[in-house]
């Protein structure tokens, strides 16, 4: 999780700013993604979806990229923020249209 990089005094200053930079002394504690203690899976927060109800053009095909996936999530105001893996997104995407 996150990069160690050595950057001059005055970009660390600059980076602290904006708030880029991680206290290097604070405990960080691990997440656990495997689940609850008594075995279940821990649901993601739920996605809104915004453009229920909507005429959504022809998918793109399963076998494009996840750039093409992530272009037409954004040109048909389909929300798939926190989603990254192609999966996820194309999943979120036929969900919102197939609705």
């Keep these: 999780m996150g990069s160690v990089l050595e950057v001059s005094e005055d970009d660390a200053r600059k980076l602290a700013d904006m708030g880029a930079l991680r206290d290097q ?3 960080v504690e691990p997440v656990d993604t495997t689940g609850d203690d008594d075995g279940s899976q821990v649901a993601p927060d ?3 979806e915004v453009a229920v109800g909507k005429k959504f053009p022809e998918l ?3 076998t494009q990229g ?6 037409y999530a954004r040109l048909n105001e389909i929300d798939i923020r926190g989603l990254s ?3 996820e997104i194309m999943g979120q ?3 919102v249209v197939n609705a």
């Design 25 to 27: 002394t604070a405990k």
């Design 60 to 62: 793109p095909k399963k």
């Design 85 to 87: 893996e192609k999966p």
């Design 93 to 95: 995407v036929m969900k």
């Design 66 to 71: 996840v750039n093409v996936w992530k272009e």
């Design 46 to 48: 739920p996605v809104e």
